[in-house]
């Protein structure tokens, strides 16, 4: 069955430093997938996407992402984490018969440190 | 692009009560999506309209829940006799083929009392 795995439910970083919020999928197929943010009582916001090519993605706000097959992994990652950062992140895997619908993982939740 | 917008933003509703929410899409995406979260949770697949046809519906979408998107435009889902298990915030996201990513809405919270 298709799957999304975050494992850090929380990650708290100080403003400036480094970031990288792990995803683990599991999918029978080439993987569609995505990173969103959804800041407190909002909807979610594309970050950035991977359905094939280069293995390094660049999105919005200074986020990149690396997709490994080998890892069934998609982490994020931004150099410098600026205050507005903090926000829930959400990694997804689109099933790509049909419907394309979005199977979620479950959140990071980032905290920065001013 | 106005964005996709989901109104009401906020809706209390007492337990037992009927309540219907509207999703209007970005005008070109004949893809639309009902999605659901739960506090701690990451959005769950609920249904899909390409146009106006229903393609897929989850086995979360009970029979208490019926989801319409007339002439392929705006969408509305509705939940009768509503639960407190109900409780969650409800996504509507449209896109405008499978190469895209969704736009999601700012979503409805529904709290049940």
């Known amino acids: 069955a298709q799957s999304v795995t975050q494992p850090d439910i929380h990650i708290t970083v100080s403003e400036g430093a480094s970031l990288e919020l792990r995803c683990n999928y599991s999918y029978g197929a080439t993987p569609y997938l995505f990173w969103y943010v959804q800041s407190p009582g909002q909807g979610l916001q594309l970050l950035l996407k991977?359905?094939?090519?280069?293995?390094l993605v660049q999105g919005i706000k200074g986020f990149e992402a690396e997709f490994k097959r080998s890892q069934s992994s998609f982490n994020l990652r931004k150099p410098s984490v600026h205050w507005s950062d903090a926000a829930e992140y959400f990694c997804?895997?689109?099933?790509?018969?049909?419907?394309?619908?979005?199977?979620f993982g479950t959140g990071t939740r980032l905290k920065v440190l001013a | 692009d106005t964005g996709v917008s989901q109104n009401p933003r906020h809706k209390i509703t007492k337990r037992g009560q009927n309540v219907t929410f509207r999703c209007d899409p970005i005008?070109?995406?004949?893809?639309l999506y009902w999605y659901r979260q739960t506090l701690g949770q990451g959005p769950e697949f609920l249904t899909y309209f390409q146009n106006e046809a229903q393609l897929e519906k989850s086995r979360l979408l009970s029979d208490r829940f019926s989801a319409e998107r007339p002439k392929g435009s705006f969408s509305t889902l509705e939940i009768q006799r509503t639960e407190q298990g109900d409780s969650a915030m409800y996504l509507c996201a449209s896109s405008k083929d499978s190469s895209y990513g969704y736009t999601f809405g700012s979503g409805t919270r529904l709290t049940v009392v």
């Open positions: 997804a895997v689109a099933v790509t018969s049909g419907t394309y619908k979005y199977i």
């Open positions: 005008s070109e995406h004949n893809r």
């Open positions: 991977y359905f094939s090519g280069d293995t």
